[in-house]
């Protein structure tokens, strides 16, 4: 009897055709059979957000002996969803996200669609990772940080990961060669600095283009990703799914919350 | 010397002429000056999602004695970030958002455009609460729930939130004077059972439309927001912005992850 090879599932937010995505794909086929279904165009900060107002489609794009890659018109949460529920044939070992192009680190992993790849694994108990470099350059070179990727996956593999959680993985921009290591770490607090770049157009009405600058609320505290990745180390942040904020809970039920109503 | 009023952000993600939004304004507007951002259409399912790759456009739509009303082609985090930036002339006291057609309970937390509004209040430490009615109806009747709505507007405004932290409120439907009390309670571990609903277009295309269903993993557990809801409470969960698992951390650190590649 033949042993069935494990099956990944990859899939990301900067689109189909992103260098990131190719590096990914290059980095797990060793470990299985893949199934690559990537979002048509570039997702980038769509969170967790589901395509429910207009339908979803899906195409082959690819398929070569132990690949097959899809591209979806949808969300990268959509992609994981899809797969799961119409493409997939077998529970898949493993769900990796990206490599991003930038960092999803500190306030930013509530943004990120490549984070919410990961996390959606929870809903069907697959262990997540998402990956991210920290480079904008559109010519990133992503090939040499697939020992990297390779690393981390391997102990996924091996160790499993908590029902409810994944990882986020982010590798700084320096030479492989000049990475110090991979530390194990919380997000900072931290938020960003925004500002609207007002503009009018030709039919003179205003309109907006978002951009911003982090801010690091905490730059001293060495057991956050923001200082592994200042401090050219691989951050390794495990995320939860479950928002609810235990801490809180007894201060709430202090306040006695009751309705005054008359009945 | 004239006492400044509070000012009150006010969002949804259910769009602009959503009945819920008009009932929740009731509600907040004898608590201080507000300002509603709310977007142009719906919203659901768009959980952080931001906008990024187009601009955005905000025009005024109603202005009155101590309400300003502006709609926002973005999604409901764009709404917060603009008003944020270019709206407000001062500090909010306090951000709500909904009232939500809907749960936004257990695992739907993490796809809600209306949770995300609130949590957004975090990146401003505006204190933020969201609110769902558990009514699809179109035609349901928001306004006899004003009275929940206050009730915890009250207590938020007098006590405050934690920093990095806001509420997720949830109503039963159930007319109000059968409303059992109000329940502070964690999210109950749960999915959505999903399927896709295939369909085929006049050019021969298979285009599918997300449907589901949802599944509570622990039915018993009566400190969860599904056992309140189901019992005819109003359940009201912290929910926090960071994502980081700190339970998970020490294990992550047992694995000595380490980078094997020749320097």
């Not at 033949?2 to 189909?16: A, F, H, Q």
Request: net charge negative; aromatic share 8%; proline share 6%.
């Amino acid at each position: 009897m033949e042993m069935e090879r494990p099956m990944i599932l990859v899939s990301n937010d900067d689109g189909y055709r992103a260098p990131g995505l190719l590096a990914l794909i290059e980095a797990v086929r060793p470990y299985g059979d893949v199934l690559v279904v990537a979002p048509q165009d570039g997702q980038s900060g769509q969170s967790h957000a589901i395509t429910v107002k207009v339908p979803v489609r899906v195409d082959k794009y690819r398929q070569e002996p132990g690949l097959e890659f899809y591209v979806c018109n949808g969300t990268p949460v959509d992609c994981v969803k899809l797969a799961q529920n119409r493409l997939l044939d077998r529970k898949p070992s493993l769900l990796v996200s990206g490599i991003n192009h930038g960092a999803n680190s500190s306030a930013s992993v509530l943004y990120s669609g490549t984070v919410a790849v990961a996390a959606e694994g929870c809903m069907y108990d697959i262990p997540g990772i998402a990956f991210s470099l920290l480079n904008h350059d559109p010519h990133a070179d992503f090939m040499p940080y697939v020992p990297v990727v390779r690393t981390i996956v391997q102990s996924v593999l091996e160790q499993g990961l908590k029902k409810g959680t994944c990882l986020n993985v982010n590798i700084p921009n320096v030479p492989l060669r000049d990475i110090r290591g991979i530390r194990v770490c919380r997000h900072a607090r931290g938020y960003w600095v925004e500002e609207y770049d007002r503009r009018v157009d030709p039919n003179n009405k205003e309109y907006f283009w978002l951009t911003g600058e982090y801010f690091n609320e905490e730059p001293e505290a060495e057991d956050t990703d923001e200082w592994a990745l200042s401090n050219d180390f691989v951050s390794v942040s495990p995320v939860q799914v479950d928002l609810t904020c235990y801490g809180e809970l007894d201060r709430l039920r202090s306040w006695n919350l009751s309705l005054n109503i008359s009945r």
